[in-house]
C-alpha cells in the first residue's frame, strides 16, 4: 500500500503515507457495507491494486466503479481481469 500509494498518479484514491493510514485504508474500505464491494488485486499474497463499487443504489442498480493498481503491475492485464471479474 505504501508503494503504491507512493505515486502521484494515486493521489485521487487518497492519502496513505505511514502504516496507519494504510491499515486505516484497508479496514475502511473492506468493512462489510450493503452499498459497497471493495476487492484487493492479490499477487503472491501482496495487494497491488483494488476494484470496488461503492455509493451502490441497489433500487436502481448502479454503482460507482473504481479501481487502482500499483505503478509496478500496469499493464499486465490484471486491472482488466479483475474489472471483468467484478463486473461478472
Known sequence: MLTA???PTMRRQ???TTLEE??????????????????AV??????VGAVGI???DATNRTGWFWYWMGR???GLG????????LAN
Do not use: E, K, P, Y
Open 5 to 7: 500509494f507512493d505515486d
Open 14 to 16: 487518497g492519502t496513505v
Open 22 to 39: 494504510a491499515r486505516r485504508w484497508v479496514t475502511a474500505m473492506t468493512a462489510r457495507h450493503d452499498d459497497r464491494h471493495v476487492f
Open 42 to 47: 492479490d499477487v503472491c499474497g501482496v495487494a
Open 54 to 56: 461503492t455509493a451502490i
Open 72 to 74: 509496478a503491475h500496469r
Open 78 to 85: 490484471l486491472t482488466s481481469r479483475a474489472s471483468s471479474t
